[in-house]
């Protein structure tokens, strides 16, 4: 089973600046990783898909990298509702199992 | 616009069976291109898929629920639904369904999540 780590498990940052989120995978995964945000009480919201595609209606300042083992998100300049849990999600194996990273909760700071 | 809604008991005794059921509007749960699945997630924990189904009744597993676990989809209804047996204490979480992008994995829509606590 691949493993999936996120880091920092907290991040504070003032609103207006820019967030930079890390997620790393035990073996590579290509580009077959998913960006979701979550906020308190709502469904999970996918962001981005095949590791750097904005999904449909995802504003701009949302952004992804990376390939293989090691993925990032950016959130170019935070706005207020953009304070959430992010989760990354490795689905290489299609269609056998896919995990989930344990999350990044991004604060006010 | 697609919309998925989870329904079913909230509390459910140790040894018993839990059972979910997905309603699915806006959209049929016959097209082609996306299959449909349950993901969990227990207090504290991350994220966990629980096992995913086409329409014509297809299904897989998480391995590590897999002799517990059995998804089924009732087309005429427009919903799909998740039963697993024997369930303890480790089975309490807030469980989704969504929709998953066939080929891929990637989940583009849930439900707002029930939750379900095993306990006497």
């Known amino acids: 089973e691949i493993v999936m780590t996120q880091s920092p498990a907290t991040l504070s940052v003032s609103p207006g600046e820019r967030a930079t989120l890390s997620c790393r995978a035990s073996?590579?995964?290509?580009?077959?990783l998913a960006w979701y945000q979550q906020t308190p009480g709502q469904a999970p919201r996918l962001l981005i898909y095949?590791?750097?595609t904005r999904a449909t209606g995802i504003p701009a300042r949302f952004s992804g990298s990376g390939s293989g083992t090691e993925f990032t998100l950016t959130i170019s300049s935070l706005q207020s509702e953009d304070f959430a849990v992010y989760y990354c999600?490795?689905?290489?194996?299609?269609?056998?199992?896919?995990?989930f990273g344990p999350g990044t909760r991004l604060d006010i700071k | 616009q697609l919309q998925l809604q989870e329904s079913g008991p909230g509390l459910v005794k140790p040894s018993e069976t839990l059972s979910l059921t997905c309603s699915v509007s806006?959209?049929?749960?016959?097209?082609?291109?996306?299959?449909w699945g349950w993901i969990r997630q227990p207090p504290g924990k991350p994220l966990e898929w629980i096992g995913s189904?086409?329409?014509?009744?297809?299904?897989y597993y998480n391995p590590s629920l897999n002799s517990r676990v059995t998804l089924s989809v009732d087309t005429s209804k427009n919903h799909f639904s998740l039963q697993l047996n024997s369930v303890t204490a480790a089975d309490t979480a807030v469980y989704y369904c969504?929709?998953?992008?066939?080929?891929?994995?990637?989940?583009?829509?849930w439900g707002q999540g029930t939750q379900v606590t095993v306990s006497s």
């Open positions: 073996q590579s995964v290509g580009s077959n």
């Open positions: 095949g590791a750097s």
């Open positions: 806006g959209g049929s749960i016959s097209s082609s291109g996306y299959l």
């Open positions: 189904i086409y329409y014509s009744g297809h299904t």
């Open positions: 969504a929709r998953l992008v066939d080929g891929y994995n990637f989940l583009d829509c």
């Open positions: 999600q490795q689905y290489n194996n299609w269609p056998f199992i896919f995990t």
